[in-house]
């Protein structure tokens, strides 16, 4: 168990919905990590916060955003949806992300599917 | 372009020591160099990190030569439990990863 908990573990929705994707980090880590990964796909980076403020962006789409809040929880927002945007979504957690030491924790994911 | 550089997938068979090399030529000075492994369906997991010459854990070692501008991580007797898919990344600003390598050890 990485510490960190993604909800939901599964969510299956329509083109052109918007779903929410929840994460909350170890206890304790100031950075959270989006990724998306497609079927046998690598991972994509999609975008960071540290500590509320976004610190990177990766390759988020415009119909995408996420926030931190300041209880240090991360939501993903994935809006107008298509078919494409079927994935395993994961959150990682790390202490500051700013040190050339960080590991990342990752959650085991949501895995969306858009019907 | 690219931030890391493995083979796309190697095969193995159980009880062989397998070596597993990443080409990161933009890695910068302070980088350090990390190595995560991910099961289908599962969020990679760390397995080791390191700065420079040799590293190693209970799980594996890590060889960076002097110029830092390659890594290879050495998983020794493998077993079919170490099927995965094996990311090198380097630490900076932009936490993205490559395309990994997809381990497969037979029987």
């Known amino acids: 168990d990485s510490g960190v908990t993604q909800t939901p573990k599964h969510l299956i929705t329509a083109t052109g919905q918007r779903v929410t994707l929840r994460c909350s980090p170890r206890?304790?880590?100031?950075?959270v990590y989006w990724y998306q990964q497609s079927l046998d796909q690598g991972l994509q980076f999609l975008i960071q916060?540290?500590?509320?403020?976004?610190?990177a962006k990766g390759n988020i789409l415009e119909r995408f955003s996420a926030q931190q809040f300041p209880d240090l929880h991360s939501e993903l927002n994935l809006s107008s949806l298509e078919l494409g945007d079927s994935a395993l979504y994961f959150c990682?957690?790390?202490?500051?992300?700013?040190?050339?030491?960080?590991?990342?924790?990752f959650g085991s994911g949501t895995q969306l599917s858009v019907l | 372009l690219a931030k890391t550089t493995q083979p796309i997938s190697m095969d193995s068979y159980e009880g062989q020591e397998v070596n597993i090399t990443c080409s990161h030529n933009?890695?910068?000075?302070?980088?350090?160099i990390t190595w995560y492994q991910q099961f289908p369906s599962q969020g990679p997991r760390f397995i080791i990190q390191?700065?420079?010459t040799k590293v190693t854990n209970e799980v594996a070692s890590l060889f960076i030569p002097a110029d830092r501008k390659s890594s290879t991580l050495s998983l020794p007797r493998v077993s079919l439990s170490d099927t995965a898919v094996y990311y090198c990344?380097?630490?900076?600003?932009?936490?993205?990863f490559g395309a990994g390598t997809r381990l497969t050890v037979k029987p």
């Open positions: 990344s380097y630490n900076n600003n932009d936490m993205r």
């Open positions: 990682a957690s790390s202490g500051t992300g700013a040190t050339q030491t960080e590991k990342l924790f």
């Open positions: 390191g700065y420079k």
């Open positions: 933009n890695i910068a000075t302070n980088d350090y």
């Open positions: 916060y540290y500590n509320g403020e976004e610190r």
């Open positions: 206890s304790g880590d100031l950075s």
